[in-house]
């Protein structure tokens, strides 16, 4: 079962790290770090909110979905607000990494990528360019079923968005 600790907990983590330690980066390895997106907004409220107190600051990143990412893009511009990446580079998110793996929708089906689908990968990768300057995205070729047409499919869409790839 999947456990959420509070954000004002991460974030105490962060200062304690930043003011024992002097580190200047924190790179989180939580594949669900952004997975519910009223956490990641409530995270970036209380990091704007102990930099309004203390003066805390501290970059950071880590793993994203495209679905939660896209989604709440969308939702954002329906509610007039900014939305979760806009938000976290407001309070130091340099990085998202997405484990993209496939841009085949029939492999993405087969390794079951629950919620990700080509157009919400593009609304992410698009959405993370323009806001970060870059998408930090990774691949894998040779899932199961994968075919020199379904590998293609994932070259185009990479070519379409803009990606360089570094990581198969």
Not at 5 to 12: A, C, L, M, N
Not at 49 to 67: A, L, Q
Not at 101 to 126: C, R
Not at 130 to 153: H, W
Request: with cysteine; charged share 30%; glycine share 8%.
């Amino acid at each position: 079962q999947y456990r959420l600790r509070s954000p004002k907990e991460v974030v105490d983590e962060m200062e304690y790290c930043k003011n024992e330690f002097g580190v200047a980066y924190i790179h989180f390895l939580d594949d669900l770090l952004m997975t519910e997106y009223k956490w990641a907004l409530e995270f970036c409220a209380e990091l704007r909110e102990r930099r309004e107190k203390t003066g805390f600051e501290v970059m950071w990143g880590g793993s994203c979905r495209t679905n939660i990412i896209a989604d709440d893009v969308l939702r954002a511009r329906r509610e007039g607000r900014l939305n979760i990446l806009e938000q976290g580079y407001d309070v130091g998110m340099r990085q998202a990494g997405y484990g993209i793996e496939s841009a085949s929708p029939t492999i993405l089906k087969s390794i079951d990528k629950s919620g990700q689908t080509v157009e919400k990968m593009e609304i992410a990768i698009n959405e993370t360019q323009r806001v970060l300057g870059y998408a930090d995205c990774s691949f894998m070729i040779g899932s199961p079923g994968e075919t020199s047409e379904t590998v293609k499919e994932t070259v185009a869409f990479c070519r379409k968005v803009g990606l360089k790839p570094e990581v198969f």
